[in-house]
């Protein structure tokens, strides 16, 4: 600033400036003005009026700094004033303090100490450190929040690393923007015929023969969108290996990505391996009987625990033989469970005795299941004792003696009842209700045949008729059929 060709501060003596300018100058250039003396007790204080948040500071006035002051920073004030004391301080030094004023409120100030022309006074100029305070706390917290999200990363990146390598699925993850490889695990790379290294960044489109880039990468996404699209057939470029890509596409950060399984014909033949070999074991080793029959019912392979329940001594001796001789009611049994199993698929339970091969009987519960494989036609029958069940099971316990309503559990102990003892023997413990009920279950498991079904409740057939008439369910089943 020049006044006249001259500089003004630069002249050997101060410029004349008059006291309240510079009482004006002084407050409005730092944020917070004190003087004080040297034993620390302030003679004035003054708030810059640009900085209200510092608020009203007249009470410290005449009163020791040092009461206004941390702990921590009572050394560094000491320091000062005993250098001021002593006559040795020349230069302008600064420090950083923090304030404590109405016992809460603390805010850190950093301040230049200057002499005045009375050497006991000392003029403190301090500069609010609190937005810098602030920034660095905000700093701190965002880099503790990368800290943490680099930590999630890694996190994620190992757990995403173990499950593409411990997979035995040939999986290649490609950007469907550029058509190239992101990345692969080992299989992928040992049916592409190269290495992962090679492999990562290249062209996926240039593995397979005959392929044009762009077609490629379009085709394998609608195949991705389309439900009814199956796998995309391709023959690989280096092994000449025909392979089916199931692709599946999704959006990661904005960009679309493909998931590609590869399926090699020899990783099916594999599964498949794998998968009869546990269901042979589970076959062998099961707890529960199993019966492979075919169309007719005739015994093709059964396990060591149909064996144990019939007290036979080994498959040859049952092989040949229609299921139905080991039936308590033989071919009615066999027929409910092949007609139920044909119609709907399978037949979750059914309640009969088993018959051994010294004239022993079981109660068992059978699940039937149509097989239809390759052309061949045939059942699964699984087969579980429950004669241990009757012991706990009270069948008179199951109904409500003397008229009035059934509940819906002793009409479900009932039903269980059905095809395991004879009618008189249930309709001696129950009411007309259960007695309809019965035979609307036998009507309907035999498909509504009334030989089937009066020789599954033990009944003539004249006496299943009358029974049908008597409930009015003989003109009902007449006109189902």
């Given at each position: 600033?020049?006044?006249?060709?001259?500089?003004?501060?630069?002249?050997?003596?101060?410029?004349?400036?008059?006291?309240?300018?510079?009482?004006?100058?002084?407050?409005?250039?730092?944020?917070?003005?004190?003087?004080?003396?040297?034993?620390?007790?302030?003679?004035?204080?003054?708030?810059?009026?640009?900085?209200?948040?510092?608020?009203?500071?007249?009470?410290?006035?005449?009163?020791?700094?040092?009461?206004?002051?941390?702990?921590?920073?009572?050394?560094?004030?000491?320091?000062?004033?005993?250098?001021?004391?002593?006559?040795?301080?020349?230069?302008?030094?600064?420090?950083?303090?923090?304030?404590?004023?109405?016992?809460?409120?603390?805010?850190?100030?950093?301040?230049?100490?200057?002499?005045?022309?009375?050497?006991?006074?000392?003029?403190?100029?301090?500069?609010?450190?609190?937005?810098?305070?602030?920034?660095?706390?905000?700093?701190?917290?965002?880099?503790?929040?990368?800290?943490?999200?680099?930590?999630?990363?890694?996190?994620?990146?190992?757990?995403?690393?173990?499950?593409?390598?411990?997979s035995r699925d040939a999986l290649v993850l490609v950007d469907v923007a550029s058509g190239r490889i992101v990345d692969l695990n080992a299989a992928a790379a040992q049916v592409l015929g190269a290495d992962a290294d090679t492999l990562t960044g290249s062209a996926f489109t240039q593995e397979f023969d005959g392929r044009r880039r762009g077609e490629f990468i379009e085709g394998l996404v609608l195949a991705a969108t389309d439900d009814s699209s199956g796998a995309v057939p391709v023959k690989t470029r280096r092994g000449k290996l025909d392979v089916a890509i199931h692709p599946i596409v999704f959006r990661a950060a904005g960009d679309k990505s493909l998931l590609c399984r590869i399926e090699t014909a020899q990783s099916a033949e594999t599964v498949a391996a794998e998968l009869s070999s546990t269901l042979a074991q589970l076959f062998r080793e099961g707890p529960d009987a199993i019966v492979i029959t075919d169309a007719i019912g005739t015994i093709r392979a059964v396990n060591d625990a149909f064996l144990n329940l019939t007290d036979v001594g080994s498959s040859s001796e049952v092989k040949g033989k229609s299921l139905s001789e080991f039936l308590s009611r033989g071919s009615v049994d066999l027929k409910v469970l092949t007609d139920n199993a044909t119609r709907a698929g399978k037949m979750r339970m059914y309640a009969t005795r088993l018959e051994g091969a010294f004239g022993s009987q079981l109660s068992v519960e059978m699940s039937a299941t149509h097989l239809n494989s390759g052309g061949v036609t045939g059942f699964a029958f699984v087969i579980r004792d429950t004669s241990r069940m009757e012991v706990v099971r009270d069948p008179s316990a199951s109904v409500i003696p003397g008229p009035g309503p059934v509940s819906d559990d002793a009409m479900r102990n009932v039903m269980d009842l059905v095809g395991s003892a004879p009618l008189k023997d249930i309709v001696a413990a129950t009411t007309d209700v259960v007695e309809k009920m019965c035979i609307e279950t036998a009507v309907e498991l035999t498909d509504n045949n009334r030989v089937a079904a009066a020789e599954m409740l033990g009944l003539s057939r004249q006496s299943l008729y009358v029974k049908l008439r008597k409930y009015g369910l003989l003109n009902k089943n007449d006109r189902a059929n």
């Open positions: 600033m020049n006044t006249r060709g001259s500089d003004f501060l630069g002249q050997p003596s101060a410029p004349a400036i008059g006291p309240e300018q510079f009482n004006e100058i002084v407050t409005t250039a730092a944020d917070l003005a004190i003087v004080l003396d040297t034993q620390g007790t302030v003679k004035s204080v003054i708030v810059n009026p640009l900085n209200p948040t510092l608020g009203r500071l007249d009470h410290w006035k005449d009163r020791d700094i040092r009461e206004f002051m941390a702990e921590d920073s009572l050394s560094k004030l000491e320091t000062q004033l005993e250098a001021y004391r002593a006559g040795k301080k020349g230069v302008v030094d600064a420090i950083e303090v923090n304030h404590y004023d109405n016992a809460n409120w603390e805010f850190p100030i950093r301040y230049t100490l200057h002499n005045t022309g009375n050497p006991d006074i000392i003029l403190m100029l301090g500069r609010d450190l609190r937005p810098i305070a602030e920034l660095q706390h905000r700093l701190v917290k965002a880099q503790l929040a990368l800290e943490k999200d680099y930590e999630t990363h890694r996190d994620y990146e190992t757990r995403y690393r173990v499950i593409m390598e411990a």
